[in-house]
């Protein structure tokens, strides 16, 4: 199996606006941006997964048919943050996410360890099926930690890993996650 992670086209959001599970809207861009995406892939894919954002959801259908949704690639829940700016949330509860955003969760949502399960569940379901070619349609955060673990990195230094609008990663050879 061969696995291409893309992130999905521009947003419409403000400077320092936080956004993770909310919805919002992608810039006019967009049909310029899935032809670019189209002109990067060789392949024909066997399945298509997606985040259900539809930010996510609507270059999938730019891509296939068929669009197989799945919650667990979804972004992080950034909970009572979503839709607020960095600079307006509770600044001492921000320092504390920042100081260990792995394992601290966000008030009303979830830690970054949550949402590692969630995606080592969806990837190890994924590459004991028999598919040739996959793509999935998603986020920067979920492919930051989707590459961290293949690469063998620590959590810590995903961000590192830069994830442009419309990007695409091929992962050749996926192994199970622990
Ligand atoms: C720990 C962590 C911190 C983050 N801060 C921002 N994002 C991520 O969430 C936002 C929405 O992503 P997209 O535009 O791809 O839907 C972006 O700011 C992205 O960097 C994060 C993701 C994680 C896992």
């Given at each position: 199996m061969e696995i291409y992670l893309i992130r999905h086209t521009t947003p419409l959001v403000a400077p320092g606006q936080i956004y993770g599970w909310s919805e919002i809207p992608l810039a006019e861009t967009f049909l310029e941006e899935v032809n670019s995406v189209k002109k990067q892939l060789t392949v024909k894919f066997d399945r298509v997964y997606s985040s259900p954002s539809m930010r996510c959801v609507k270059l999938a259908a730019a891509l296939t048919g068929e669009v197989i949704v799945d919650?667990?690639?979804?972004?992080?829940?950034?909970?009572?943050?979503?839709?607020?700016t960095w600079d307006t949330v509770d600044q001492d509860a921000l320092q504390i996410w920042m100081d260990d955003f792995v394992h601290v969760c966000i008030p009303g949502g979830e830690s970054m360890l949550q949402m590692q399960e969630r995606l080592c569940a969806f990837w190890n379901e994924l590459i004991n099926?028999?598919?040739?070619h996959v793509a999935i349609i998603t986020h920067a955060g979920v492919v930051r930690i989707l590459l961290a673990m293949h690469r063998g990195?620590?959590?810590?230094?995903?961000?590192?890993i830069k994830v442009g609008f419309g990007q695409i990663f091929h992962i050749k050879s996926p192994v199970p996650y622990k």
């Open positions: 919650e667990r690639l979804r972004e992080l829940h950034f909970g009572d943050w979503e839709g607020k099926n028999s598919a040739d990195m620590d959590m810590t230094g995903i961000f590192d």
